[in-house]
């Protein structure tokens, strides 16, 4: 099939049709994949923390309360790139068992694939592409190892730091930027000791919302869904505008990081005969001058 016969067929609810489009998507077919579905927009939860903080699980107990709301419901969890065939690794689908027979809740891994900041640069175009076969709302789950995935907050809102109790959590998070990009906090594993010095904590480092959490019992989801909506409902032009202008940035830094001038201007800086700056100019001109007709 090509392009507008596999649209046809996923909104016709044909899951091998959607899975073949998000591979386009990582491809080099992604615009020709855009031009066929146009713009559109759909709500995008962003879930993000350090391994072992539960967001998977967390993801899971989401989709199961958009669901109860008989909405359609797609995970997208950016895993970390094989350095020798660039898939995906991790194993989400595992932790999300209870979905996979539902049809209307669609499950993807995706490779960050050299990409800088825990993000896949193919991440924008499934979203818009989801939007398109009419999900209601993506849940995006990324990395998770570190001061990268800030860049989360490029294409998602809200953006959810999970963090457990005890383990210094905390504290790493402050460390590691994501609580400045953090619009809720959720301390997972909540029933645990600890839990309400690691709030305490998070209150005194942070100015967003601080949730609690079981997700593997499911306790305190309504609340989450709940403040996820509320946060939406307070979008503004002006903070749309500011995602917006990191994932251009974030995009353009992606590719300039594969231009192929990009080596030896670097060798030029470490022999000494050129400088950094004039070399970071020479890398963006040439990008402009091989993007015009």
Do not use: C, W
């Amino acid at each position: 099939m090509d392009v507008a016969e596999l649209i046809t067929a996923a909104r016709g609810g044909n899951t091998r049709a959607v899975g073949r489009l998000l591979s386009l998507v990582e491809s080099d077919r992604r615009d020709e994949v855009l031009a066929e579905v146009g713009r559109t927009a759909v709500p995008v939860v962003g879930i993000t923390g350090p391994p072992g903080a539960g967001k998977s699980t967390t993801i899971a107990v989401l989709a199961a309360a958009y669901r109860e709301r008989a909405q359609r419901v797609a995970v997208v969890a950016v895993d970390p790139s094989s350095p020798y065939s660039g898939g995906a690794l991790l194993g989400d689908r595992i932790r999300m068992a209870q979905h996979i027979n539902d049809p209307d809740v669609l499950i993807r891994s995706v490779a960050t694939r050299g990409h800088l900041g825990g993000l896949a640069a193919a991440v924008p175009a499934a979203i818009r592409l989801l939007g398109a076969l009419g999900y209601d709302v993506v849940l995006l789950e990324s990395v998770g190892v570190g001061q990268s995935e800030i860049e989360i907050a490029a294409v998602a809102d809200p953006t959810i730091v999970i963090l457990n109790p005890g383990a210094g959590d905390a504290v790493q998070a402050a460390k590691a930027g994501l609580l400045e990009v953090a619009d809720l906090v959720v301390v997972n594993k909540a029933d645990r000791e600890g839990a309400a010095q690691t709030v305490r904590d998070l209150k005194f480092e942070t100015h967003v919302p601080v949730l609690t959490l079981v997700a593997a019992k499911a306790e305190g989801v309504g609340e989450l869904v709940e403040a996820i909506e509320a946060h939406r409902r307070a979008d503004t032009p002006e903070r749309r505008a500011a995602r917006a202008r990191a994932q251009v940035l974030s995009l353009a830094q992606s590719r300039l990081h594969r231009h192929p001038d990009l080596d030896a201007l670097a060798q030029a800086v470490a022999d000494g005969s050129r400088d950094p700056y004039s070399a970071a100019e020479a890398l963006i001109a040439q990008r402009v001058s091989s993007a015009e007709p």
